[in-house]
C-alpha cells in the first residue's frame, strides 16, 4: 500500500493506511506500507491518492502490467486534481479498481471510469468511556489540521457573533501547516475568549473530544468523505457541516445541520439553534445515530473483503 503521508503523522491519509491496513491483514493479506514503489514483488498494489501516488502506481503498472492496482481517492483527487493533473489522470486509467469514500464522488469520475469504481465508508469504533461534558459550556470541536481547504477558522468566527448569554466554546484541535497559521490561531485566541485553539493530539484524544463535545463543525471547501463525520456519528455527536459533495455524499441531501461555504452568519445561526432549541438539537442527534451504521467496522471489512474477491 503506497501512503503519501510519513510514518507516525496524524493526517488523515496515515490514520486510512492504518485502518486498511489492519482491516486487509485480518482478511489473511501480509501488507506493507510505504511512500514509494521501487519495485518490490507484490500480488497486487493499492495507492492512496490518485495525484499524490501516482509515480507508485504508474511504476507498479509499467512493471506489472497484468497485476491489479487499485487506486483510493482523496477528496483533493476527485474535486480538484483528476481535472488538473495529467498524472492524476493516468492514475485512473490504469487503476483496476477505485475506492471512494461516498457515493457523490463517482458523480465526478470520467464516465469511462466509472464502472471501476467502489464506496468504501471508513469505519470506525466507539470511543471508550464515558461522554462527559464540560460543566457550564456547550462546547463545540473543530477537528483538522490549519490549511486553507479546511476553512479552519469558520467556526470561531461565528462563534464571535453569538449573543452574550451563550455558553458556546469552540475548541479546535489541529497543526498548523505553518506559522502564518499558528499565529492566525493565537491571533484568534486572543481576540474571541470563546475559541481555544489545541493544537495538534494525539488520536485517542480527539476522539475523547469528539465523545464530550455537543457538536462538531466540519467547515471545509472540499473533503473527500471525512473519517471525523463517521467519528462523531458512531460517537453520538451531531455535525454542523458545510454543504460540499463530500460531506453531502455521508450525511444525505436533507440532513438539517448544512451551512453554506464560507457563510458565518449562517453557521453561528445554527449554532444558537443548536445550543438554544431541543428539538432541533434532538432531531440532530436522531438523523446522526441512524446514519452510525454505515461506518460499522464489519461492513468496511465486507466491502474490502468484496473487491478483493473482484480483482484477485
Not at 85 to 93: C, D, M, N, V
Not at 157 to 183: F, N, Q, Y
Not at 284 to 298: D, G, H, Q, S, V
Request: net charge positive; with cysteine; proline share 7%.
Amino acid at each position: 500500500m503506497i501512503c503519501p503521508a510519513p510514518p507516525g503523522s496524524l493526517y488523515g491519509n496515515r490514520v486510512t493506511a492504518l485502518r486498511w491496513a489492519r482491516i486487509l491483514r485480518k482478511l489473511g493479506r501480509r501488507l506493507t506500507i510505504a511512500q514509494s514503489y521501487r519495485g518490490e514483488p507484490c500480488d497486487l498494489l493499492i495507492a492512496l491518492h490518485a495525484r499524490r501516488s501516482a509515480d507508485a502506481a504508474l511504476e507498479f503498472h509499467e512493471r506489472h502490467p497484468n497485476k491489479p492496482l487499485i487506486v483510493a481517492l482523496t477528496g483533493t483527487d476527485v474535486y480538484r486534481d483528476i481535472r488538473r493533473s495529467r498524472k492524476a489522470q493516468q492514475t485512473l486509467e490504469i487503476a483496476t479498481r477505485l475506492v471512494v469514500l461516498q457515493p457523490l464522488a463517482i458523480e465526478e469520475l470520467p464516465a469511462a471510469a466509472r464502472g471501476k469504481a467502489r464506496v468504501i465508508y471508513q469505519s470506525v469504533r466507539p470511543a471508550k468511556g464515558r461522554r462527559a461534558g464540560s460543566a457550564g459550556f456547550f462546547d463545540v470541536c473543530v477537528l483538522g489540521h490549519l490549511r486553507s481547504v479546511k476553512d479552519p477558522f469558520r467556526a470561531a468566527w461565528a462563534s464571535r457573533r453569538l449573543p452574550p448569554e451563550s455558553c458556546i466554546r469552540v475548541l479546535h484541535a489541529g497543526k498548523a501547516m505553518d506559522e502564518r497559521m499558528a499565529r492566525l490561531a493565537r491571533a484568534e485566541g486572543k481576540r474571541s475568549p470563546r475559541y481555544h485553539w489545541l493544537g495538534e493530539i494525539p488520536r485517542w484524544k480527539a476522539r475523547r473530544l469528539i465523545r464530550s463535545s455537543r457538536v462538531m463543525v466540519l467547515s471545509s471547501r472540499l473533503e473527500g468523505g471525512a473519517n471525523v463525520i463517521s467519528e462523531a456519528l458512531v460517537d453520538g455527536t451531531p455535525v454542523l457541516a458545510s454543504r460540499i459533495p463530500g460531506s453531502v455524499g455521508l450525511l444525505g441531501a436533507d440532513y438539517p445541520g448544512y451551512f453554506p461555504v464560507a457563510d458565518t452568519a449562517a453557521l453561528a445561526r445554527l449554532l444558537a439553534r443548536a445550543e438554544s432549541d431541543p428539538r432541533f438539537y434532538a432531531e440532530l442527534k436522531a438523523r446522526c445515530n441512524r446514519l452510525a451504521p454505515l461506518f460499522r467496522p464489519a461492513r468496511e471489512q465486507a466491502a474490502w473483503k468484496r473487491l478483493l474477491r473482484e480483482v484477485e
